[in-house]
Each structure stands twice: as C-alpha cells, then as structure tokens.
C-alpha cells in the first residue's frame, strides 16, 4: 500500500499538479481514509488507472489530469455514508445500495464551486451500470451544451477504471459473488459492452489486465 502512496506522488509530479491543490486532495482524502482505508487505497488506484486511459487516448482529445483528479476524488462522498457499510461482508440487501448511493450526491455536495469539473465528473460515474444513479443529474451553470457530453465521457472511462479496479482488487462477497480470475474478464465485457472495442486496445496496451 505504501508503493500506492508513492505512485501518487510520482504521480502529482507527472501531472504538475499544483501544492495547493495536493493539500485540498490530501484534505479530502484523509476524511475518507479515516472511515475506510479500503476505500482511500481503492481511490489512488483509480485515480492512477484512470490517469492512464486519459493518457492513452490522448490522441482523440482526452486529457488525463481531470481523469486524475476524478479518480482521487470519487469516493469522498462514502465518508458521509453510515459506516456499517464499510464493515459488512454479508450480501448487500436492497437498503444497504439506497443507503451507499447518495455518496455520489454528496460527492457532488463537497467539491462543488471547489473543484467543479470534478464534482460533475464524479457525480455520472455510476450513470452507466445496471443498476444506474442518481436519476437526476445535477445542474449548474457550466453544465450545459458541449460541456455536459464532456463530463459524459469523462464519468464514463471514469467508470471504467472504477469498475475494474473493485472488480479485481475485492473479493466481492457482500455483492453475492466471489469471482475466479477466469470470470473477471468476461464480467468486465459483459457490465461494459458498449465500451468493448476501448477495452480491447487497452488490454492490448497491457493497461487493462486480467490474468490475476
């Protein structure tokens, strides 16, 4: 966990990533660390994962650093969830998800008028699953026209690395299933279909892997 901690430092540096901006991250950060060591190492690896997507698609006018700070900063809104949630290993029920999901909501709450692209960025990562929420985005004055389909894409390859990451790194237990490493690639495709062409170039780049 501590080679975590020291990729995003690396990290920091590569992206130039403002002092001031660090110490507001960090802020948050210990927050959550503070409820859920899980979920603070599982944002680093998503915010580092995330970061590379960007960078590979930089080509079509994909910019990492907004995946960065998305990544680092996703979570932030399960510092405010009850915390029983963090300590169940049984299978979520139908009241443990209405529970956890206002954490996008309060995500949104946080980083609002603070780091705005942000907040709209994490506020639609979980928009694209079967199970997709909130139902209502919220609104303000930068989220309108082009820059809506922009905060789009980006929640979307958000939820990408989001996914991959607890699909691979948790047992999954309190979700109903502990998956064998055979089954995590097929998941993968079968919860991200529509994204199956991007998977395939970046499991090819070795940025996606699912061999362990």
Known sequence: MA?????????FERYAIKQCHRESIMRYLSILRARSEETY???IRVCLLAASIGDFLSDKGIKAKPLFWAGLLHDIGKALVDPDLFEKKDHFTEDDYKRMEPHVEYDFRLLREVHEWTA???VRHHRFGRRPYPKEIP???IASGASREIFDTYGRLLALADFYDALMTRDNEKFGNVFAKNEKREIYFRENADQKDLILELEKAGILTFSS
């Open 41 to 43: 190492f599982h944002s």
């Open 139 to 141: 609104v303000s004055g």
């Open 120 to 122: 709209h960025i994490i």
């Open 3 to 11: 080679d975590e901690e020291t990729l995003l430092q690396s990290a």
